[in-house]
T-cell receptor, first 112, second 112 residues
Framework: EPEVTQTPSHQVTQMGQEVILRCVPI?????FYWYRQILGQKVEFLVS????????KSEIFDDQFSVERPDGSNFTLKIRSTKLEDSAMYFC??????????FGPGTRLTVT | GDSVTQMEGPVTLSEEAFLTINCTYT??????LFWYVQYPGEGLQLLLK?????DKGSNKGFEATYRKETTSFHLEKGSVQVSDSAVYFC???????????FGKGTRLHILP
């Protein structure tokens, strides 16, 4: 069964550093999403991406965040200058139009 | 805005007990409703869904019925197993390609 994959599974970085989280969505999917889950809290929407542009973003998704689909297979989330409060599990999801979202296993980001 | 409220956890039950996890929603239109499950150390998996009023979603012995009159989507299982121990998230989306709005999650512990 096709699945969404994410790398790395765990990323440790120092405050102020840039990180790039990578996702490979299911190959024929058209819509892509990033969510995050701070430890013990609910899963929060960050951004959706369709047709090579952001279709919606939350208030969490400020200028420090960016997304890109550089090569038609990867979907990346970049955080330019990480803060302690960016420590969370980041989930990528993808969808074929009119179907439910498939989630990746997540990347745990730890900012020290 | 649209939101999901679910019962606080943790919920601790003995094996073979009956499970109910309450979920209510607030939405301006007619959302699709979901239950996602997160097993320890894993990502989010869709457990079941319902897309219109009075629909019943079911999977792995779990059931939930979309009740428009009470804006609820309570999760039930007649006889839980130790392997059901996980965090359960109630969620909604207004359109199939739209972001998912999650509740805070309910941690379920099943004792042998």
């Amino acid at each position: 069964e096709p699945e969404v994959t994410q790398t790395p599974s765990h990323q440790v970085t120092q405050m102020g550093q840039e990180v790039i989280l990578r996702c490979v969505p299911i190959s024929n999917h058209l819509y892509f999403y990033w969510y995050r889950q701070i430890l013990g809290q609910k899963v929060e929407f960050l951004v959706s991406f369709y047709n090579n542009e952001i279709s919606e973003k939350s208030e969490i998704f400020d200028d420090q965040f960016s997304v890109e689909r550089p090569d038609g297979s990867n979907f990346t989330l970049k955080i330019r200058s990480t803060k302690l409060e960016d420590s969370a599990m980041y989930f990528c999801a993808s969808i074929l139009a009119e179907h439910e979202q498939y989630f990746g296993p997540g990347t745990r980001l730890t900012v020290t | 805005g649209d939101s999901v409220t679910q019962m606080e956890g943790p919920v601790t039950l003995s094996e073979e007990a009956f499970l109910t996890i309450n979920c209510t929603y607030t939405a301006t239109g007619y959302p699709s409703l979901f239950w996602y499950v997160q097993y320890p150390g894993e990502g989010l998996q869709l457990l079941l869904k319902a897309t219109k009023a009075d629909d019943k979603g079911s999977n792995k012995g779990f059931e939930a019925t979309y009740r428009k009159e009470t804006t609820s989507f309570h999760l039930e299982k007649g006889s839980v197993q130790v392997s059901d121990s996980a965090v359960y998230f109630c969620a909604l989306t207004m359109n199939r390609d739209d972001k998912i709005i999650f509740g805070k999650g309910t941690r379920l512990h099943i004792l042998p």
